[in-house]
Every structure is written in C-alpha cells, then in structure tokens.
C-alpha cells in the first residue's frame, strides 16, 4: 500500500432524499449510531482525512512488529518466483491469454493462434495495461467478461474492453481491434459509468450505461438498454427495454451466431428472481418461459442456448420440473416455441453446482462442475438427436476442485481448471473426443508433503451437520495451539472451493502463514450453494443467523476436539465475507484471537444507502420493515459494538473506489470499535475498488494483513 496516497478531496453528494425516506420510516438505529454517518460519504474531505490519519496510524504500528520486514521480504520473493495463473479465452481458431505478473501487476492481454491439437502458439502482446496506466495517467484495471460476448463473431477481431478507474465498478468502454492490437481510432467508445455493452453485429452494440441523467436504479446501475449505432452520439441510441425502478440491477450477454446472434437481458428484479429476455437484431425484444426463480450464479448462454438451473418447482413447456433442474433455452427463431426448452439434467438430490464456473455452455455440450458433500467433479452433457446425454465426470481428491473457465463460442472447446489446497493450478483446453492442451501448469511455491486436507463435520446450533476443509500441518509445532485461520462467505448461493493459493485466501500472502505452521479452515456454512438453494434460503433474512450460528459451531469443533485455542483462531473475509468475519468477531469474541474484515458489510441498516446496497435487500432484509430492522439489528456488527466490551483486535481493509459495498461500512465499524476501546488497524487505499486486497498490486497492504494474523495468533 502506498503512504499517504489521499489527494485532496473532493465534495461527494449528500445522501438526500434516500436518508430522509429511511429515517422516516423507522429504518435508522439510534442518535448514538447516527454520530458515524459523516463516514459513509467515499469523497467526503472529512472523510478522506480521518481514513488517511487512521491508515498512517496501523501502518506505523505494524511496522514495529517483529516479523513484519521478513513477512513482505517472503512475499515479495514468492511473487517473483512465478506468476499466478492466467486467464485464458479461446475464440474460435485462436485464444486470448491475461497475465499478470511482478513486472505487469494489472496485466497483459495477449492472442495466440491455435494448432491442430489446440496447443496455443506464438502469443503476441495487444495490451499492457500498466503501459497504459503510465500513458494516460489513469490507474487503469482492466475488467475482464466474457469475450464470446464482448468480441464480435465470427473473427472475433473487434473486441468492446472495459476499462475501470481505480478499479471501482464504473469502466471506460472502448473498442479494440485483435489484428491490430489497438483502439480503434473512431470507434466505440463511452466515458466510464456503471455500463456493459455485447456485439449485436458490426455497427451495432447493446448498451446499457448510467452517464449523467440517464435515469438509474437506487443501486445506481442503468435502468435502459439501448440499440447503438455505429458513428451516432451515445445519446441518440434507441431504447429498446426499461426496468422497472424498484430491480436491482440488469446484465447483458448473447447468444446465437450470425443472423441469428442475440442479446440477452437478464434483470434482476432482486437476487434471486430474475427475468430472462431476447433482443433481436434489429431492436425487438421477446419476453421467455424462464421461470423467475432460479439461481443468479447458475445461469450461462453459449452456443445457441441459454443455460438456468430452476431454485424451485416450476412447470416449463407444459412439464412439472423439480428445483435444482438445469434446462436449456433454443434461442434461434426458426425453432418451434414448443421445442424450444430441453432438460440439461435433473437432481437427485445429492450432487449440486459447485462455485464459480460451476456451469459452462458450448454448441452441443453443457459442462457442470458438481459437489457432493464437498467431493467435487465435473460432468458434462451433450445435446444430440434433441436430448442431453449426461457423462457424470471422476471425483476429485478431497481437498482439490475442478471447474471450466471459460468455453469457446464457435465450438465446444473448454478451459478447464483443476487446483486444490496441495494442487497447484492447472489449466488445459479441452476439445472434441478427448482431445487435451495444456495451456499453464502453476509451479508449487511450498511443501505440500508438510501437509494434509482433512474433510470434516460439526453440528450447528439446530442441529444441522455443517462440512468444512481443514488444511493442516502433519506435525503441529504445539498440538493443541495450532494457529489457525478460518474463512467463509455464507450467502448468495455462492459456495467457496479448494483453490491453490487463489484470491479468497489472500493468494501467495498465506504462504508465510502456511510456513510458520499455521492451519486453514473453510467451513460449507449455510447461505451459500454448496447444497442447492435450499441450502442458501435456511439463511436468507430473518434465517441469517443459522449462517453465524454454523461458523460458530466449526469453530467451537476446533477448539473442543483440541486441535486449537481460541486465542489462536482468527477469522478473515471480503465482502459478505468481511460481513460473516466482522459479525463472528462481535457476536462471539470468546472464540477467537484476531479478526480480517475485508471491503466488508457492517451497517446492515443503512446498507440500501451505501454502495449498490440496495440490491442485497431479499438476502438480508428491508430495513425500513420493522420487523426485518429488528432481526438486522440482532447480528449488524456496527449496531453491536458495545463500550467497554472485550473484542478480539481488528483490522479493517477497503478502497475508497469501491462504489459496490462502499467504503463506510468499514470506516464506520473501524471508528465505532476505536471509541469503544477496541484494538484496531484500519487501512485504506484509493485504488482496488472491492478488490483491494490483491499481493500482486498491493503486496505492503498483503503483508500488513498477514504481519498483523501472525502477530495476533501465534
């Protein structure tokens, strides 16, 4: 993290109206809370200064502690030792690689073209975008979709990219020619903003966008999407579909190719009811049979489909189909309507998607990465004869996950992901009869042969068994006060996956933890998808709790059956993460010895007024209904920080660029913690936006964090 990067500040926008309709209707706690509200204004002068003074502050009393030159020295020497796996995109005959590494932290994208057995050859650099950081002066991320839709068919040479300032969730969208490996001089091109834009065909882009007074949703993404003709003013381009003001937000994707290539709408009328719409070539718009309800993460298009798994019952073409059904959509109008749906594959109650990736389309095959019970596999289901065929794939080792990256959209072609906890980061291309490329093999970067991956269960509270991967040393240095570090996320339906040193445990920062003899644990809590939906709605609202009382009772498993102390368990997480970590840290401090609350909720209150808040109001309630006030209020960290209570230290990391979550649920919590007498280190940063925590681009904040765990734990 860079010292003393705030500039001066700049006047933001006052809540307004959106605070005063809250506090009308009963939805704001207390004066005493009130007293923190200056916090949440990101660019707020008052603001910016307190966060720069507090970050300035730990980072000095980091500095002092005994390991913290030889943690980033370790760090450092772990980055430069080898990349972390790139991301790959083959499109038709060729294949895009973005690689980020020591001397590039925020990427190049580069293109290779693909042999008879898929083998990519020589790659050829189109973006660097540190180059480009240094060119324009602007601190540059590059946003990384779906190029199947944000590269048009069938050369796939002109690409729209997204560009986000800072890395907030606002990007710059320009367009880009492969052949060339520049912008296009006169192309598309629109100022950054909440935006996406797909290819309809040459001249022409589906766009949604919130510039100016473009009307926006509360969570400030678009409200319009609109039909963009090439050599016309943004302004001018035709609306072709509304949401209604109350949706949380739409995307974009498409599907189809040549004539009968289409845009996809998905808008999201909360998280978890969601309509599917069509948009034709020249602007029509056609509503589909996709039933509502069905999951946000499990729903894909490739090839001509539009892949949805049902979260519950529904009758499709006349048919009674049970929740957790995967059904396909034909979106080529040829095709009668009554032919339109197929069943992908049915339940049977056992096996369930998997996190990210979980599900992947090509031409004729659907991919599904499949848990059960925390065994992972990959099955795969191919469409002939007008039926899907399931091959159900091998289990995985525990520990370890596969899953597909990413799919070709001119063939079934497949990037592959397999990794685990002791398994570096394999990624190959998978093709027609078998056929296998490799495209990156991930060098080991500690000695796996230390250690091993045990798959557990505790029961919770209510006597719900609760899965959860212990990654541990074979021979604790003290058994009984192992370190150890737990993790989760619990909501959305999203599930976390063994990965080998990958984002959600911090990358390559665990190591100097892993080698001092540390633990890891990630516990399959409640809220998440690990199995099914109905998994995630037992904690969902007013269930939010069985989510806490779940991770509560693997950590009390830990420390009843004599593996650990509670002075030796900490806890991290981002985002909803940063929520569970913050919450186990107020709820339960007799359980744990520091706590990691990374971009995190805090305030479920005012959460609709912070970020795109607004949107999480079906997973974790309508503060302005009394009754979901009083459940929010029962577990909101920010509401339960208590003067004079003992909590575990903290340490609060965040961006001021992150406009998703917002950076006062942080600075609120950090500065409610500090005048209740708490032990605190809050850090801020202006750039990462939600992904702020990143060893590549911020390794000082990286080894902060890790300096901080170690100290506290050991």
């Known amino acids: ?77 772990l980055l430069k030792a080898g990349d972390p796996p790139p991301q790959f995109y083959p499109l038709g005959d060729r294949i895009l690689r973005f690689r980020r590494s020591v001397a590039n932290p925020h990427g190049v994208l580069s293109i290779a073209s693909k042999d008879a057995n898929g083998k990519p050859g020589a790659w050829r650099d189109l973006l660097d975008v540190d180059a480009l950081r240094k060119a324009e002066g602007k601190p540059y991320e590059f946003h990384t979709y779906s190029f199947a839709d944000a590269c048009l068919a069938p050369d796939y040479n002109r690409c729209i990219f997204a560009l986000s300032p800072a890395g907030a969730d606002d990007v710059e969208l320009r367009e880009f020619d492969l052949a060339d490996g520049r912008f296009v001089a006169d192309g598309f091109r629109a100022p950054a903003s909440r935006a996406q834009a797909i290819w309809m065909d040459r001249d022409h882009l589906l766009i949604e966008h919130a510039l100016g007074d473009t009307p926006k949703l509360a969570t400030g993404w678009p409200t319009t999407v609109s039909l963009w003709t090439r050599g016309t003013p943004l302004e001018s381009a035709r609306i072709v579909y509304r949401a209604q003001p109350n949706d949380a937000i739409m995307t974009l994707s498409s599907a189809g190719s040549g004539g009968e290539r289409v845009g996809v709408i998905s808008r999201a009328i909360d998280y978890s009811n969601l309509e599917t719409l069509i948009v034709r070539g020249d602007g029509s718009v056609e509503t589909t049979a996709i039933p509502q309800r069905r999951s946000m993460l499990a729903f894909v298009t490739g090839g001509d489909w539009i892949v949805a798994q049902l979260a519950e019952d529904a009758t499709v073409a006349g048919k009674a189909l049970p929740a957790e059904t995967i059904v396909a959509y034909d979106v080529r109008r040829a095709t009668p309507a009554d032919k339109r749906f197929s069943v992908v594959a049915r339940p049977n109650g056992k096996d369930f998607l998997s996190g990210f990736n979980s599900l992947a389309a090509g031409r004729t095959t659907v991919r599904m990465a499949m848990d059960s019970r925390g065994v992972k596999r990959l099955d795969t289901a191919r469409f002939a004869n007008g039926a899907w065929t399931v091959t159900r794939g091998a289990a995985e080792p525990v520990g370890t996950s596969v899953s597909v990256a990413a799919t070709n959209p001119a063939s079934d072609d497949a990037v592959v992901q397999r990794t685990g906890y002791l398994l570096p980061t394999r990624l190959d291309l998978s093709g027609a009869g078998g056929r296998t490329a490799e495209l990156f093999a991930e060098k080991p970067v500690f000695d796996a042969s230390r250690f091993t991956v045990d798959l557990k269960t505790a029961r919770s509270k209510d006597g719900t068994e609760i899965d959860y991967y212990l990654l541990r040393p074979k021979s604790p240095a003290r058994p009984g006060e192992t370190p150890t570090l737990m993790t989760g996320y619990g909501a959305f339906a999203l599930s976390f996956t063994p990965g080998y040193l990958d984002a959600i445990v911090g990358g390559r920062s665990l190591v100097p933890w892993l080698t001092r003899g540390g633990a890891l644990v990630l516990p399959l809590i409640r809220g998440g998808g690990d199995r099914g939906e109905a998994w995630h709605l037992a904690a969902i609202r007013e269930k939010r709790q069985n989510s806490y009382d779940d991770f509560a009772a693997v950590s009390e498993a830990l420390i009843g059956e004599g593996f650990t102390k509670p002075k030796h368990l900490g806890v991290f997480g981002q985002s909803n993460g940063g929520l569970l970590a913050a919450t186990m840290g107020t709820q339960r401090p007799d359980l744990y010895g520091a706590i990691v609350s990374d971009v995190p909720l805090t305030d479920l209150i005012r959460m609709p007024l912070m970020g795109m808040g607004a949107a999480w109001t079906n997973e974790y309630g309508d503060p302005g209904d009394p009754v979901m006030a009083a459940a929010i ?39 409610r913690l500090i005048d209740a007498g708490s032990e605190v280190y809050y850090l801020e940063d202006q750039e990462g936006g939600h992904g702020v925590s990143d060893p590549l681009s911020r390794p000082e904040l990286m080894a902060d964090r890790m300096t901080f765990l170690i100290d506290k734990l050991r």
């Open 633 to 671: 209020k029962r577990y909101s960290p920010f509401q339960n920080v208590q003067a004079g209570k003992s909590y575990p230290p903290f340490m609060l990391t965040v961006a001021t660029s992150d406009n998703r979550v917002g950076p006062g649920h942080a600075r609120k919590m950090a500065a």
């Open 1 to 77: 993290m860079k010292k003393d990067v705030f500039p001066k500040a700049r006047t933001g926008k006052i809540l307004g109206m959106m605070a005063a309709t809250l506090l009308a209707s009963g939805g704001v706690a207390h004066a005493q809370d009130e007293r923190y509200q200056w916090l949440e204004e990101p660019q707020s002068a008052k603001a910016l200064s307190w966060a720069a003074e507090q970050t300035r502050a730990a980072q000095a009393r980091i500095a002092k502690l005994d390991d913290r030159a030889a943690i980033e020295a370790e760090l450092r020497a």
